[in-house]
Structures are given as C-alpha cells and as structure tokens.
C-alpha cells in the first residue's frame, strides 16, 4: 500500500505571516517539518503544497519534493486534493506545515487504521488533555469518540460538558478523560479527491472546523488516542518554544 504525506504550505497567514520560513536553528520551518514526516515508517512519498513561489524555492534548495498548487483554495484540503490528483497513492496523509516537531510515529499511528481495514475512509489523532485551562480554551478543539474509536463530534466547546459544571468540574474532567483534537489526517485518495466537492455544512461553519463536513455528510473518521505530543507554531511565541526545545535537547 502506497502512502504519500502532504505538507500544505502558505507563505500569507493572519497571525504570523511568513511562518513556514522562519528559520529555526539554521534551518527554515518546512524543513524542519518535511524532515520529520520523512522519518515515519511505511511512508513513500513527502509532497510539500503550496502557492509561494518562496517556499517552492526553499523546498527544493534543501532537495524536498514540492508542487505548486492554485491561489484560490478556500481551504487546506482543496490545496491537498489538487496535489493528490496528481499521484499515484493510495494513502495520503495531511501533516500540518507549522509541526517541526511532530513525533513521526504519530503520523504512523494515524495510518494504522486505514491499512488494516479498507472501509476507513479517514483518520486522525487524539490525546487526553492536559489540563482545565485546554478544557476550556476555545482554540484547543475538543472530540469525542464512540466505543469504536470513532469520532462523535468534534468542538471549539468543552465536551463532554459536565450538566453539573460546578467547583468538581476538575474531578468530572479525570472521570471522562476529555481528549483534544490533533490536527494531522489520513484519507483514502479517492475519499480526499471527493471531499472539496461535499457541500459545506452549518456546523462546519458554525465552528470553522472543516473535519464536521465529514460527519455531517455522514462519513466516519476513525480517531486514535496517543499519549503523543506535538508543539506547533501560531505564533511567535511558539516559535521560541520550539527553538528552545531543539536547544536543550
């Protein structure tokens, strides 16, 4: 089975404009992250996506594998699915291009599923919040998942919300194991090369939170639980995280 793992990358963003090039500790973000994804067992293919003609530079002066993509995506997945068109995969799987340091057994994690049985048109990852802080923080996406391992819901919101939500708020959180959303996927080709053609959906809207589409549409996501972790880059703040944990390791 042939696995291709897709970096989108695009040099505008809102908050921190740029950010797939900034360097850390000699090298530029994509890198970094195109290094680590290359690192995941059974993977075949890294494609870095983008739009820049900056980062396409940058990708193939360090001798990644990079494709230009059109301007006008509304989202990732469209970016994605124009680059899948154009392989021979059967698995491809969506890493975040702001993730220098993303475990690549995570990535390997997340394609388990999909290897083992054919009817799993799409994965992805959880792990169990840290603390009430991410609980209630509305830019940590939260999921649910049913007995399966598939995902129920996914929300901005603290869910599994306690009815009781009172000062044991803590001890309900230990007693559910709330888990937060890793943002990396896994599609079947074809699955992928169908999903920018689903009409968009209210809760998708509602919550900006594109995986929804899927579920609405009434399409499964399996969800695996790691104990896992990654560090991704928002902000500049990030960025200085992620220098410093390269530095003291």
Sequence with gaps: MTVAALIPARYASTRFPGKPLVDILGKPMIQRVYER??????????????????????????????????EDHPTGTDRLAEVAARIDAELVVNVQGDEPLIDPRMIELAVEPLRR????????????????????????VKVVTDREGFALYFSRAPIPHPRDFSADL????????????????????????????LPATPLENLEKLEQLRALEHGFRIRVVETALTSLGVDTPEDLERVRRTLQDA
Excluded: W
């Design 37 to 70: 994804v290359a690192l995941a067992a059974g993977i075949d293919q890294v494609i870095v996506a983008t739009d820049d003609r900056r980062i396409f530079d940058a990708v193939r002066g360090f001798g990644g594998e990079v494709a230009m993509t059109r």
């Design 117 to 140: 049985d054919p009817s799993i048109l799409m994965g992805t990852l959880k792990t169990p919040i840290a603390s009430l802080e991410e609980f209630l923080n509305p830019n940590v």
């Design 170 to 197: 803590a001890a309900h959180l230990v007693e559910v194991a709330p888990c937060k959303h890793v943002g990396l996927y896994v599609y079947r080709r074809e699955f992928l090369l169908r999903y920018p053609h």
